[in-house]
């Protein structure tokens, strides 16, 4: 898992505390899900259109190539929240299928209370085309949210457990499952 920004330094100015919680609560959502978590690279959240392209693109690229990754996931284009959109261009730059490339496989997924709302605004929308069943680990997926505090939020919020479940579900009914977490796949060979 690669943070991209600096947290919420926009949203947070001026409280390292606050943010220096909210990557210690990330630190334990990622340690739950088992999944690795690379250095921060600390650009300026929410203010990633701010930063040149070609150092977004230099970073990420550096990351992808020493990682010698075969899958990539990235936040959906479409997605309301301008860092998302960024960050999808760079991953796609750092991606490009060049002899050496390692990444065989790239796909966008779904965040809840941003791609919702991203796709009421643009005739570009989230299609998911890839789903994995998440019905033997939805309880894991939403324990680790839980240690994710300052992102979590009450119901009927789309970040609240109770959303997340239902939008679990609400994509695994789409294909047969309990419960799904879906993905677009960019491109795959």
């Known amino acids: 898992v690669l943070i991209f920004t600096d947290g919420s330094s926009t949203q947070y100015f001026g409280s390292s505390d606050i943010l220096e919680n909210k990557f210690e609560e990330a630190e334990k959502a990622i340690s739950i899900l088992g999944a690795n978590l690379l250095p921060r690279l600390d650009f300026p959240d929410m203010r990633l259109d701010t930063v040149a392209h070609v150092d977004k ?8 190539s020493e990682g010698k990754y075969d899958t990539v996931f990235v936040q959906e284009r479409s997605d309301i929240n ?5 960050l999808f261009d760079s991953t ?7 002899p050496g ?5 790239v796909l966008s997924y779904y965040v809840n209370s ?3 709302w991203g796709n009421l605004l643009t005739p570009e929308s989230f299609n998911p085309n890839v789903y994995i069943d998440i019905s033997d680990s939805i309880e894991l997926k939403l324990s680790a949210m839980e240690k994710y505090q300052t992102e979590l939020r009450t119901y009927p919020h789309p970040r609240s457990l109770e959303a997340m479940r239902n939008s679990a579900k609400y994509f695994g009914n789409m ?3 309990e419960y799904a977490e879906p993905f677009r796949l960019i491109y795959s060979k």
Do not use: P
Not at 57 to 64: D, H, Q, T, V, W
Not at 82 to 86: F, L, N, T, V
């Open 114 to 116: 941003s791609t919702e």
């Open 175 to 177: 294909v047969g499952y």
């Open 92 to 98: 796609m730059v750092a991606c490009r299928t060049y």
């Open 101 to 105: 490339q390692t990444v065989r496989s």
């Open 57 to 64: 693109n230099i970073a990420l690229g550096k990351i992808i």
């Open 82 to 86: 301008r860092d998302h959109k960024e």
